[in-house]
């Protein structure tokens, strides 16, 4: 059984195609799919498709190049989600200098304070690294 530990199927270039591409899994031999969070848009779409598809688990997290989007308040929403049953990461984060979006200091900020949640809930990590 193929396992993805790192997908994106909430992305919009999916929407044409999202049922058939995921409907297509099990026969191609993917018995488990881990969709990682990257904006704070994503998050209710990995929940909702956690809840729709069995073999599909989720990750919370905001990617580097979003990292300007994360506050105090929204680390506590992604708290809550974290408990959720078919939420089994955070991430993804991490360090991106390569497009190089956000400041620098607030990547670093962001990514700690996901790593310092991560290790609260005992949780694993999905790190973006360029
Ligand atoms: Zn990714």
Redesign the pocket.
Known sequence: MIIDT???YDDEQFDGDREELLGSMEAGGVGLIVN?G?TLESWSRIVEQTEKYPFLYGAIGI?PDEAGSLSEERMREMEELLDRDKIVAV??IGLDYYWDKENHDIQKKWFIRQLETARKKDMPV?I?SR
């Open positions: 790192h997908a994106h990682a990257s990617h991430g993804e999905i973006h």
